[in-house]
């Protein structure tokens, strides 16, 4: 979704009037999640997606009319029998799409988003640090949409080798930063991890550690595992696991002690995989389990956000 927010500021840099789509309810089979977003030129050039192509050149037609003056426009798209050679989902679904004038804002790195997508105070936008579940909150006078709002995972892999570098290559389309960390100069060279966005000579318990950090062991020698693994649990990483069988994972905890509850070991989701690129698909999709816990980052409140006038 930041690659359609930076393609409309490109746009808007280069003098384009453009307008932005934003799905802020579906109902059932949703093609496209909350939140998802297609950007409109004046001119019609279109980036991103709402509905994978289903509906996309009719919200076309509503961002043109938008910046030609109309009001910002909330549309509903659903399927009936009489509707489907006509605009609609064909899977089923019902999705709601905001369509707003594009206007550049300060970069909101952390925190929620909100927008006025109906009622009272119609397109008004504000944000507020904290950060909660994306969802379109029904108020009295007005609906309004509230966007979670994060920076993107944050990949950490200790132990520069084959595992690594399939992990950073399978991570890099998702958009996710990766790092790799191994103390050993001799092992740690761009040769063994191209793929790595950042390969640090350090170790693992040199390298900061935050909520949006996912911590992977892919070394068996303890000097380096327990290390990384104590700085991922007390550092608050949403993810951390080590290579290894159970018995490893018993060993580890003679370390660690009550922290290696929050170690996940063997690492990874069981597909069976033997290759470092199997077992590197393992890995990821399980982080992306844990990521997208609930439907949102494993850790976000479940509680409604109380929605401030902007």
């Known amino acids: 979704m930041d690659d359609v927010l930076a393609k409309a500021e490109e746009w808007r840099a280069a003098g384009e009037e ?39 050149a009719d919200v076309a037609g509503r961002a043109a009319a938008v910046l030609a003056g109309s009001p910002p426009e909330l549309a509903s798209y659903g399927i009936t029998d009489d509707e489907a050679w006509s605009v609609g989902l064909p899977c089923g679904g019902e999705i709601d799409v905001f369509v707003e004038p594009f206007s550049p804002a300060e970069p909101l790195t952390r925190g929620t988003s909100y927008v006025v997508v109906a009622g009272e105070g119609l397109g008004a936008r504000w944000h507020e640090p904290t950060r909660t579940r994306t969802q379109l909150l029904e108020e009295p006078h007005r609906s309004v949409f509230a966007e979670a709002v994060a920076p993107p995972p944050r990949l950490v892999a200790v132990g520069a080798g084959d595992i690594a570098e ?7 389309p998702l958009g996710w930063r990766t790092t790799v960390v191994d103390p050993r100069p001799g092992l740690a060279t761009r040769e063994r991890v191209p793929s790595a966005g950042e390969l640090v000579v350090a170790w693992p318990d040199e390298i ?12 068996h020698e303890e000097r380096l595992d ?4 104590r700085a991922g649990v007390e550092g ?3 993810y951390v696991g080590a290579l290894g069988a159970k018995r490893a994972q018993e060993k580890r905890r003679a370390h660690l002690g009550a922290l290696a509850d929050s170690v996940r070991g063997p ?3 069981d597909l069976g995989g033997e ?3 199997e077992i590197a698909l393992e890995i990821v999709a399980e982080i992306l389990a844990a990521r997208k816990k609930g439907g949102a980052p494993e850790g976000t409140p479940p509680e409604e956000p109380a929605v401030a006038p902007p």
């Not at 059932?28 to 977003?37: C, E, F, H, W």
């Open 267 to 269: 690492v990874g989701l």
């Open 18 to 56: 453009v307008a932005l789509a934003t799905v802020v309810a579906t109902r059932r089979s949703a093609p496209r999640p909350l939140g998802s977003k297609l950007a409109v030129t004046a001119t019609g050039r279109m980036f991103g997606s709402v509905s994978g192509g289903c509906v996309e």
């Open 226 to 229: 327990i290390p990384a693994l």
């Open 166 to 172: 399939a992990l950073c290559a399978l991570a890099r």
């Open 208 to 219: 900061e550690v935050d909520g949006d950090t996912a911590v992977v062991s892919l070394v």
């Open 236 to 238: 608050g990483a949403f």
């Open 275 to 277: 290759t470092p690129a």
